[in-house]
């Protein structure tokens, strides 16, 4: 068992402080107000909105969002290299590691959180109910159970490379290659990654899966090694199933050593694109033929997004099914009300909806309940962005969340996709293709690849330049060809390309996909209608007889 890290007394008078003697101690009252709000929260997690309204009361919004921000880099700076190894923050939560916690003292020794005298309401009234009743705080003094709580999607840790024959030089840079792939796979919110520093913690001279499983409590492990080959160094990756140790790939990557580091992009983003690609394709067949009732909890929006991004009805009518049983258990998860605006929305996009404006009604719905849940999440923001675009054609709104998102999160790639797309909607075709290459460059695994080519190659429509719009419209369809836009945005290339008769090819098909369409109906519905990239496509339509 490794040393815990951090001691706090909750009874008698606050303590927040190192283990290790003259390490760090928290002293400021907010800076302790935070540690013990954190502690006795489920899991060690509270929401950023309820720590600021809390401490710094909820009739400022902005000014409490500033003040927990600058809380937390004092934390920071005080807790200096521990801050990481205790401490894991995003858009929307702020979370403490229970597990490397020692409490000090026990119930009944002292009163709760005494002399910590916050002047705020909310705090008072929480530290007092607390005071009235302390069997609520017991549970942090018992032993702590073998079970660790499972978060509503598959989890995945990344260990260190192996040196195989223990060159400290080769151990750092199979660290930092495993501290590479572990960034680019939290990009995402449909994965949860185990912190760089909880991973290393386990890292030995070779894996031991059950450890990794039981200590993790994961779903999925990268694991492998790395060695000298003459001058260069070849890296030899493993994904596992970690509840059956099954490998479910290998990949080699290798480089020369002087020039390592700056020569492995590629060969990261082809681990992380095959980490993505492979989770999905095992979570579909674990769903496949399973009643839902037994499907597990973090496999159901893995499974939904997924099968919401393939080219069938059925497919697409099965994500619903998985969908409002994700809701049913997780009724306060903000990205499961998200994707489900974003299933309504594709649902009239791709002119499968039977009521349009019933689910123009329920994606707006569902992605303001997703932000009333948590008004500061990027991807909910974005997906808000989504249907006020592509369904209420207000794009000043649109524009605002996206822009809001990033500011956010400056790496959510649909963020930077969505924007490119509005941007492209716009005729702003230079500054699309610039986020269209974001997004793509940000997006590793995302299930939905032909989605991102298709607006790229909407992207490269509005900056005219044909050749690359239909390189990407072909890599879209080749993943997804009942993509109904992307077949018009290779009508529209072929169009200005001068290839007609290809263009007639794809136009036939457009039609037998989608029976009633007309240029009018486009016109009437497309938020570019109103710009030169709506007239360009309108063009090549009537061109092939639409």
């Not at 989890?155 to 290659?177: A, H, K, Q, Y």
């Amino acid at each position: 068992m490794h040393a815990k890290l951090l001691e706090i007394s909750l009874f008698g008078s606050c303590i927040v402080r190192s283990l290790e003697p003259g390490a760090f101690e928290i002293t400021g009252k907010k800076h302790r107000a935070i540690f013990a709000l954190l502690a006795t929260a489920p899991h060690g997690c509270r929401s950023r909105t309820f720590l600021q309204e809390t401490l710094w009361g909820a009739s400022c919004y902005d000014t409490g969002r500033q003040s927990l921000r600058r809380a937390l880099s004092d934390i920071k700076s005080a807790m200096g290299p521990y801050y990481n190894q205790l401490i894991a923050t995003n858009n929307s939560e702020v979370s403490l590691d229970l597990g490397n916690v020692v409490f000090a003292g026990q119930p009944g020794q002292g009163t709760f959180l005494e002399g910590l005298d916050v002047p705020a309401p909310l705090f008072e009234a929480w530290r007092d109910a607390v005071r009235a009743n302390p069997d609520q705080v017991h549970a942090l003094f018992r032993a702590p159970s073998s079970s660790v709580p499972r978060p509503p999607v598959p989890t995945v840790t990344v260990m260190p490379l192996l040196s195989i024959d223990g060159n400290p030089e080769l151990s750092m840079l199979g660290d930092w290659f495993a501290e590479e792939i572990c960034r680019s796979l939290s990009r995402t919110n449909l994965l949860a990654v185990i912190s760089h520093f909880s991973s290393r913690a386990l890292a030995g001279r070779r894996i031991d899966i059950e450890a990794i499983r039981s200590k993790l409590a994961v779903d999925y492990c990268v694991a492998g090694s790395i060695r000298h080959v003459g001058d260069d160094v070849v890296t030899d990756v493993d994904f596992l199933d970690a509840e059956t140790g099954r490998i479910l790939w290998t990949r080699q990557f290798s480089g020369k050593q002087n020039d390592f580091i700056n020569h492995s992009g590629q060969g990261l983003a082809n681990i992380v694109t095959s980490v993505g690609n492979a989770i999905a394709a095992d979570t579909l067949q674990y769903v496949r033929g399973r009643p839902i009732n037994e499907i597990a909890d973090h496999k159901l929006l893995m499974a939904s997004v997924s099968l919401m991004h393939r080219s069938t009805l059925r497919d697409f009518a099965k994500s619903r099914e998985l969908l409002d049983e994700a809701l049913s258990r997780s009724p306060r998860s903000a990205e499961v009300h998200a994707w489900r605006g974003k299933w309504h929305v594709l649902s009239v996009v791709n002119g499968w909806s039977s009521d349009a404006a019933k689910d123009t009604k329920s994606a707006v719905g569902s992605t303001s309940k997703a932000l009333d849940i948590d008004p500061e999440n990027a991807f909910c923001m974005t997906i808000d962005g989504f249907a006020n675009n592509n369904l209420l054609r207000r794009l000043d709104v649109a524009s605002n969340r996206y822009e809001d998102a990033l500011e956010q999160n400056p790496n959510e790639a649909l963020s930077w996709l969505l924007r490119g797309a509005l941007l492209a909607f716009q005729d702003a075709g230079e500054q699309a293709v610039h986020a269209a290459r974001k997004a793509q460059k940000l997006s590793p695994i995302d299930p939905f690849k032909y989605f991102y080519d298709s607006l790229s190659a909407t992207a490269f429509l509005a900056a005219e330049d044909y050749e690359e719009a239909l390189k990407f419209a072909d890599m879209s369809l080749g993943r997804n060809r009942r993509h109904l836009s992307t077949l018009r945005a290779k009508i529209t290339a072929l169009h200005f390309l001068d290839r007609g008769d290809e263009a007639n090819e794809v136009a036939d098909e457009l039609r037998t996909r989608q029976p009633g369409f007309t240029v009018e109906s486009y016109l009437r519905a497309h938020p570019a209608s109103d710009y030169q990239l709506g007239h360009n496509v309108a063009k090549a339509l009537r061109a092939t007889g639409f």
